[in-house]
């Protein structure tokens, strides 16, 4: 696969230095210039001023100029212009108007982390000793930003630029409403949802395991019980451990781990999901807000009146 992780995003809020703290908190760490990083991914998200949150620009790594070459001519048969320079591709969705950026960048290795043993029926593998994920007493860091939720008024039109034209892959789709489209192995990276208005619904970010899910969101919640939105559960399309809080722009921020993991195209099978299957495999059901964000008339509102 020529394109090979989701390297950065930027998201436009009104209340920077607000959202900023919350991002701190979340494990991120700032820089002076509005850019915060996680562990093995580096400066990964940014955080800029916007009159109402969105998501602005995904940058996307690829591995030669002739990448950036292929993709400029695929977003041309779609009608949609691309300016390649330095090492690097810009093109908009039409849509969303999220811009997109294509940059020749080295792959991203991680070290790989021990798993914990567990113990199981008749497998007293840890023994003598209370299991690690309980012993932890460390800030949680997430790894490397996953993926990023984006709500579209032309689903067909924000898929089509994703899939068709940038060059990434469906893994799985729910029925008449949402893409999950990955650019590296990973099971998605990013998920195009039909809305009623353009916006940002969550970036999601590793981290180690199903402890580090929930002693994340216990150590942002403690102080802050406004900022739950939905946890601790497990996913179907991608399998993944979850929680998602909400930062004070309305985005939700997303601690997962164990993702599906595509290597060989042959041997997956995309699926059609429908109802609560693709949201959730086990956990409390999701709250109306998750499917429909609480500010969304307001963000529709916005929209509709135009700058000013």
């Not at 164990?258 to 042959?266: E, N, Y």
């Not at 529709?300 to 000013?308: D, K």
Request: aromatic share 8%; glycine share 10%.
């Amino acid at each position: 696969m020529a394109l090979h992780r989701l390297t950065s995003l930027t998201m436009g809020v009104p209340n920077v230095a607000e959202t900023g703290t919350y991002y701190t908190d979340f494990g991120l760490t700032p820089d002076d210039d509005g850019w915060f990083a996680s562990l093995d991914g580096g400066r990964q998200l940014r955080v800029v001023h916007a009159p109402t949150r969105r998501l602005v620009e995904v940058n996307i790594g690829v591995d030669t100029p002739d990448d950036l070459a292929a993709a400029a001519s695929r977003l041309g048969r779609l009608g949609v212009e691309a300016v390649v320079e330095k090492g690097t591709l810009t093109a908009y969705d039409r849509a969303t108007a999220v811009r997109a950026v294509l940059e020749v960048t080295p792959r991203l290795t991680q070290d790989p982390v021990a798993a914990p043993v567990h113990n199981g029926p008749g497998r007293p593998d840890r023994t003598g000793s209370r299991a690690p994920g309980v012993l932890r007493t460390g800030r949680v860091r997430p790894r490397r930003l996953g993926h990023a939720v984006v709500g579209t008024t032309d689903f067909e039109t924000t898929t089509a630029f994703f899939r068709d034209g940038l060059g990434f892959k469906a893994s799985d789709h729910i029925k008449g409403r949402g893409a999950f489209l990955r650019c590296s192995t990973d099971h998605h990276n990013i998920l195009i949802l039909a809305a009623p208005t353009v916006f940002l619904h969550h970036s999601s970010w590793q981290v180690d395991d199903v402890d580090e899910v929930g002693r994340g969101a216990s150590a942002m919640l403690e102080d802050h019980p406004e900022r739950h939105v939905w946890g601790l559960g497990r996913h179907h399309a991608g399998s993944n451990f979850f929680w998602y809080l909400k930062d004070p722009a309305g985005n939700f921020s997303e601690y997962y781990s164990d993702m599906d993991c595509i290597v060989d195209d042959q041997l997956w099978t995309p699926e059609q999901l429908e109802g609560a299957k693709g949201l959730f495999s086990w956990g409390p059901p999701p709250p109306p807000s998750f499917l429909a964000p609480e500010d969304l008339a307001d963000l529709m509102t916005a929209t509709h009146s135009g700058p000013g």
